[in-house]
């Protein structure tokens, strides 16, 4: 597997156009975004073996800032994410014949599609919201010739992801609000799914506002069952530390902070 490609270049300045979707809760009007940045991809590229393992497909994702076509001093801003099927290793240089043989029947089902609708039907604002999808097949001059491409876009929510130097930098009543406010925000995920890999990126704070929502659901993870609160989210997240191991952020000694201990053994 090799993850070091890239395939989805020379996007920037392009249009991507959804249609009208009207599945309710699903309810999007067909819209024109364009591109005006590539934040990054990643690509699954699998040789034959991977693929007779079961691996496959061969894939790349690649995530994408959006702004509206129509509207040149419309401020909204989205971000966009574009799976697609690649080529197996060895053979992108082969005639779009045979790699057409390489199609899938049916595109996968990606996780991150899957846990914006499920919140969506949930009514869950703490995420941000979807505003479009839509799948396509490719055509006779790409990779792979009727392969699949997955198309996904997200509000740009306001805020930028929880700076954990900072945080621990703050008075304890300031990082005490803060926790207050991710228990508050992430309750509702515990109905539905939740991001595969904790972290404080996965927080975006908007400090003006004091708003907050959970992102980061490539990879999402859904709970088999309701979960109940539990103080280790905290811990997963960055905010709060065990006392008996104290871990030190980059550039946060203990000294900066007023650390105060609670019965359950955090700090």
């Keep these: 597997m090799d993850s070091s490609m890239e395939y989805l270049t020379d996007l920037e300045g392009t249009q991507v156009s959804f249609d009208a979707v009207a599945e309710p809760p699903f309810n999007f009007p067909a819209q024109k975004w364009i591109i005006p940045e590539k934040l990054g991809e990643g690509s699954n590229r699998l040789t034959k073996e991977d693929i007779d393992a079961e691996l496959g497909p061969s894939d790349t994702a690649g995530k994408f800032l959006c702004r509206p076509v129509s509207e040149e001093d419309d401020n909204r801003r989205a971000f966009l994410r574009i799976y697609q099927q690649v080529p197996i290793a060895g053979t992108e240089m082969k005639k779009a014949a045979i790699r057409a043989r390489q199609a899938v029947d049916t595109p996968p089902d990606h996780p991150e599609l899957i846990a914006f609708r499920t ?27 009727g392969g699949y491409v ?22 304890f009543d300031d990082r005490q609000a803060i926790r207050d406010k991710f228990r508050q925000v992430y309750r509702f995920l515990l109905w539905g799914y939740m991001p595969s890999m904790a972290g404080p990126s996965k927080i975006i704070y908007d400090k003006s506002s004091g708003q907050m929502h959970i992102c980061g659901f490539k990879h999402a993870c859904p ?45």
């Design 223 to 267: 709970f088999d069952e309701p979960q109940q609160w539990d103080d280790v989210n905290y811990f997963q997240y960055g905010l709060i530390q065990p006392s008996d191991s104290r871990f030190d952020w980059e550039g946060t000694p203990p000294e900066t902070a007023d650390w105060i201990e609670d019965g359950n053994g955090w700090t």
């Design 150 to 171: 997955t198309y996904i876009l997200w509000e740009k929510v306001a805020g930028e992801s929880l700076d954990l130097t900072e945080f621990w930098r703050l008075p």
């Design 119 to 145: 919140f969506m039907k949930l009514d869950c604002d703490v995420v941000p919201r979807l505003l479009a999808y839509q799948q396509r097949q490719q055509d006779h001059d790409e990779g792979v010739p």
